[in-house]
């Protein structure tokens, strides 16, 4: 078993050089620096995994033989080389760019553990080809897909170039780069629970990093029933030895608190916490990614971040299809454990975190571990429960959720949920954290919502009627589409009377920066190259989520609760209605006015 190996900070510092550690303090959309300013840390320690030879001294021509005497290494002689110290506030450092060139001689081998499978035909692979395209993949890598399914390398190649696509920069020398990627491609087959296949895997990994330092990632992008064999055996028998290895893993992590304990407790068995990288999509979006820059950058938000001045925070996702292919597996599910307990609550827990002492991985994720152990447990009386049934529309049929032949007739899965949550602490007590996420509903969208509270005293009260929620301030993050962040405030209307407007002051991302923002998969899989788990999930992070939701799905399951039913294609149970009332609560996405 390989469990230690390649996380000794030194042992990394030697075998990806290339990899520096750096804090974003501002954000514009994408992945490359351009225009950004930051302040870094530096690693600025190279060398090599090999005995060899180092170039060393001033004016770069004294020589020093460097060799690995022990299983102890030596402490290094610093060069006196002025090269060497650089002012590094001089420096636009980009902290999720690898630079090619300082990875020479290091190789990165990326295994994608389920190749076969959607996820990562048109998620996991595109993301791929797009850091490769970009330039930020070291020189020498190799990607390999592992699945049950008969195919040669070359099928595998035709059957991702399918898949991949130019959207950056217009394409300029796509062919090319596309053919050179794919060359870099190639397809073991194999169990999951076969060890003779995974050393077969090995050996093929081994044949291409010829003798180099290697490092390797696996990717899982299985059924969740085959992650711990998967895991154990990419680990012990794949394991690099000249580098380190790491392990992506795909929700659901588990069903409940024990059946997510019993996974966390069983991938311990094979690897070490800092070795698993629990990946959730929603954290890698681009306006997920500036809400901590939006808040602690920005005098303005700070102040105002709290029960003094929020009356509520949203929380909203809603797609305008179902579950058309995913009936099956998301009847095992749910909508609570799909979305909310997830996504919506990772988002919470960034939102609402406390300053962190620093933009360090491990100081951000105490700090939302924090909010998470603070939070109340989701009681049945504080949620609303929906199911989509089928409707016909101007011609055409659209299927209820009980019609998918993979679902069961009598299926009580809830394909909508709407909650009221609290966070048991000094900043936001007794602010409602409402979430919202349903499938088949009336519109696709990602947001949060945050309504302030009413003027006190407000001298234009009666100017907007009797309705005081038409005169609330509200900031949206629109997370997708559209990705924009908007404050709506309160405005004369231009002319010579005394007439107020509800209007919005705008940051829409696709007028202002005229760039393709990058998916979600690309900034998560760079972060897992770079050894940064900032966006990524915490084994007592992920606990304290479980336990926010495991009474209540134990007691739905056990009371069989049956959901609201409500059309395709409409804005949701009215029940949700409801539970906003009784919270003082205007859903914002339901809004009628203009402003949005």
Known sequence: ?????????????????????????????????????????????????????????????AQQTAAVASEVDPLPEIPNDSSLYQDWSTVDDDPYRVECGECEGTSLSIVVVGASGDLARKKILPALFALYYEGMLPEKFQIFGYA??????????TAIAETLTCRIHGGADCE???????????????????PKDFKALDERIEKLEVGCPGNRIFYLSIPPNVFVQAAGNAADICSSRTGWTRCVVEKPFGRDSETSRELSQQLSKHLTEDQIYRIDHYLGKELIENLTVLRFSNLI?????????????????????????????FDQYGI?????????????????????????????????????????????????????????SKGHNYPGYTDDETVPLNSTTPTFAAAAMFIDNARWDGVPFLFKAGKALSSRRAEIRVQFRHVPGNLYRSKFGADRDAATNELVIRIQPQESVYLKINNKVPGLGLRLENTRLDLPYHAIYD???????????????????R??????????????????????????????????????????????????????????????
């Open 301 to 329: 938000f700070e102040p105002l971040w709290s029960r003094q001045y929020i009356r509520n925070v949203q929380v909203i996702f809603s797609e305008d299809f179902g579950t058309e292919g995913r009936g099956g597996y």
């Open 515 to 533: 760039q393709e923002l990058p998916d979600a998969y690309e900034r998560l899989i760079l972060d897992v190259i770079n050894g940064d788990k």
């Open 336 to 392: 609570i454990r799909d979305v909310i307990q997830n996504h919506l609550v990772q988002i919470v827990a960034l939102f609402a975190m406390e300053p962190p002492v620093s933009l360090q991985a491990e100081d951000i994720r105490n700090e939302k571990v924090k909010v998470l152990r603070s939070m109340k447990p989701l009681k049945l009386e504080d949620c609303v429960l929906g199911q989509y049934t089928g409707r016909r």
């Open 1 to 61: 078993m390989m469990k230690g190996v390649g996380l000794n900070v030194g042992a990394q510092a030697r075998c990806f050089p290339g990899l520096r550690l750096a804090q974003s303090v501002s954000r514009v959309p994408g992945l490359s620096s351009g225009s950004f300013r930051r302040n870094s840390l530096r690693s600025g320690w190279r060398q090599s995994c090999q005995a060899s030879d180092v170039t060393a001294g001033s004016n770069g021509k």
């Open 535 to 596: 966006l990524f999930i915490r084994s007592d992070e992920l606990e304290a989520a479980w336990e926010l939701f495991t009474p209540v799905l134990h007691q739905l399951e056990e009371e069989k609760v049956v959901p609201e039913l409500y059309p395709y294609g409409s804005r949701g149970p009215v029940g949700s209605h409801y539970l906003g009332a009784k919270h003082n609560v205007r859903w914002g996405d339901l809004s009628y006015g203009a402003s949005g």
């Open 176 to 194: 090319t780069k596309m053919d050179d990627f794919l060359a870099k491609c190639y397809y073991q087959r194999g169990m999951y629970d076969s």
């Open 148 to 157: 049950r399914s008969g195919m040669t390398d070359s099928d595998f190649r």
